[in-house]
């Protein structure tokens, strides 16, 4: 299977949720969350730092569970529209 590269908008989506995930974790332990939501440690990792821009929808419902998070809140952060700065 070929996958096609990721567009500029999946990218930042992927940032804006591993920004949330972390944010969310807070002081909790990376191993922690990732055993609690049966994803491995360097899953979890790849989502945070947004290396894994496109992760599958029942990996991130499974860890906004474990974190605390509605899908709505995850939904908002992911689509917010964006701040231009100058």
């Known amino acids: 299977m070929v996958r096609l590269p990721l567009t500029p908008a999946e990218i930042e989506r992927g940032q ?3 920004a949330l995930l972390r944010r969310a ?7 922690d969350v990732a055993l609690q939501a049966r994803v491995s440690p ?9 290396r894994v821009a ?8 499974t860890i906004a569970e ?4 509605s899908l709505d809140d995850v939904w ?3 689509h ?5 700065t100058e």
């Open 54 to 61: 496109t992760p599958s929808f029942p990996t991130v419902a």
């Open 66 to 69: 474990v974190l605390g998070l």
């Open 25 to 31: 974790r807070a002081e909790r332990s990376m191993l």
């Open 80 to 84: 917010a529209p964006r701040v231009l």
């Open 76 to 78: 908002s952060e992911m």
């Open 16 to 18: 804006r949720l591993g």
């Open 42 to 50: 360097e899953t979890l990792r790849k989502i945070e730092s947004g």
